[in-house]
C-alpha cells in the first residue's frame, strides 16, 4: 500500500521569505499524480497545485512551486514571498493513476505540516 | 453557490444515535468521496463511488454505511455512533474526463461531528 510521510509537523518563516514544505511517498506504481492542498482556519480544503509522474517538468502555480523528484519519491512544495494568507495546514496526497488501476481511487494523505508566518 | 456542499456543518450526539450526513454537488462529477479528519492523522478514505450503482469501501469503513441516492447525492451513515467516530468528515467530488486523467478532486466545507 502507499504512503505518503510528512516529516515536518510544523514550520516557520517570515512574511516575504521562502519556505520549503517536505513530502516523501512510497509506491510500487508507474503512473500516479501528486497533489498539495492547503487547509486554512476556515477547515476549507483547497488545491494548490498538482504533478503527474509522467511529467519532468516541476508544475508551477504563482508563487508556488514543486520540487519532484521521482527516483527518490520526493515532492516538496515551494512557497515563494510567503503571505500571510499561506498560514494554513498543508497536505500532500497521492492517488494512483488509472493505467495503474487507480480509476476512482481516493486520495492517500500525510499527516500534514503547519506552516506559520511571522509578519 | 457552492458546488459542494455539506449538512449540517456541526453536529453533537449521543453514543448510540444514528446520524446521517448528507453531500450534495452541482458539479456534474460522477464520483463522490468520503473522508474522514483526526487532529494529527490526515484525511482517511471511509467510502467512494464511481457513478450511482458503483459503491466502494476505503481504508476506514468499519462502523460507517452510504447511499448514493443520485448522480449529485452521497450519504454516510453512522448507524450507531460512538466518541472514536468524533472527527471532521470531508466530502469530495472528482471527474473522469476524457484527456484528463489527473482526476482531481474538490471537496465541499467538511461537517463536524461530535459524539458525547
Known amino acids: 500500500a502507499q504512503t505518503v510521510t510528512q516529516s515536518q509537523p510544523e514550520m516557520s518563516v517570515q512574511e516575504a521569505e521562502t519556505v520549503t514544505l517536505s513530502c516523501t511517498y512510497d509506491?510500487?506504481?508507474?503512473?500516479?499524480?501528486l497533489f498539495w492542498y492547503k487547509q486554512p482556519p476556515s477547515r476549507q480544503m483547497i488545491l494548490v497545485i498538482r504533478?503527474?509522474?509522467?511529467?519532468?517538468q516541476n508544475a508551477t502555480e504563482n508563487r508556488f512551486s514543486v520540487n519532484f523528484q521521482k527516483a527518490a519519491k520526493s515532492f516538496s512544495l515551494k512557497i515563494s514571498d510567503s503571505q500571510l494568507g499561506d498560514a494554513a495546514m498543508y497536505f500532500c496526497?497521492?492517488?494512483?493513476?488509472?493505467?495503474?488501476?487507480?480509476?476512482?481511487?481516493?486520495?492517500?494523505f500525510g499527516k500534514g505540516t503547519h506552516l506559520i508566518i511571522q509578519p | 453557490d457552492a458546488d459542494v456542499t455539506q449538512t449540517p456543518r456541526n453536529r453533537i450526539t449521543k453514543t448510540g444515535k444514528r446520524i446521517m450526513l448528507e453531500c450534495s454537488q452541482t458539479k456534474g462529477h460522477d464520483r463522490m468521496y468520503w473522508y474522514r479528519q483526526d487532529p494529527g492523522l490526515g484525511l482517511r478514505l471511509i467510502y467512494y463511488s464511481f457513478d450511482v450503482k458503483d459503491i466502494n469501501k476505503g481504508e476506514i469503513s468499519d462502523g460507517y454505511s452510504v447511499s448514493r441516492q443520485a448522480q449529485a447525492k452521497f450519504s454516510l451513515s453512522l448507524e450507531s455512533a460512538i466518541p472514536n467516530q468524533t472527527a471532521l468528515y470531508f466530502c469530495?467530488?472528482?471527474?473522469?474526463?476524457?484527456?484528463?486523467?489527473?482526476?482531481?478532486?474538490?471537496f465541499g466545507p467538511g461537517t463536524r461531528l461530535t459524539v458525547l
Open positions: 504533478q503527474e509522474a509522467y511529467k519532468q
Open positions: 496526497a497521492y492517488r494512483r493513476g488509472e493505467y495503474s488501476g487507480g480509476g476512482a481511487d481516493g486520495l492517500t
Open positions: 469530495a467530488t472528482s471527474e473522469s474526463l476524457a484527456g484528463d486523467l489527473t482526476d482531481t478532486q474538490y
Open positions: 509506491t510500487s506504481e508507474s503512473d500516479y499524480y
